[in-house]
């Protein structure tokens, strides 16, 4: 099993920062990707951004620019940086791990508790 603990949310002016952390915990033999979502009320939840383990990023298309994301392998951490916040942008953040049990095994994705960002005008 894997836990994902998150941290870093608020509530923030726009046009403020924040930055989300994610320790993944637990009986860890390799994290694949890892990932940030936001889940904003009667959504469905999206991806903002995701890292593979060599470095490689993806961002959605609303926050290229202002977000980055970020990781320490050797923590089992993954950061996301958030520059320039819109209100827009608050909602529920998930944490996103995919864990690989052993070396031909199967991968599995874990999520962590959520965290809230508001985003006042």
């Known amino acids: 099993q894997v836990q994902l603990v998150e941290s870093g949310g608020g509530l923030v002016q726009a046009g403020g920062s924040l930055r989300l952390s994610c320790a993944a915990s637990?009986?860890?033999?390799?994290?694949?990707?890892m990932g940030w979502y936001h889940q904003a009320p009667g959504k469905q939840r999206e991806l903002v951004a995701a890292?593979?383990?060599?470095?490689?990023?993806n961002y959605a298309d609303s926050v290229k620019g202002r977000f980055t994301i970020s990781r320490d392998n050797a923590k089992n951490t993954v950061y996301l940086q958030m520059n320039s916040l819109k209100p827009e942008d608050t909602a529920v953040y998930y944490c996103?791990?995919?864990?690989?049990?052993?070396?031909?095994?199967?991968?599995?994705?874990?999520w962590g508790q959520g965290t809230q960002v508001t985003v006042s005008s």
């Open positions: 996103q791990a995919a864990h690989q049990s052993s070396a031909w095994g199967p991968t599995y994705q874990y």
């Open positions: 637990g009986n860890i033999f390799r994290i694949n990707a």
């Open positions: 890292i593979t383990s060599s470095g490689s990023t």
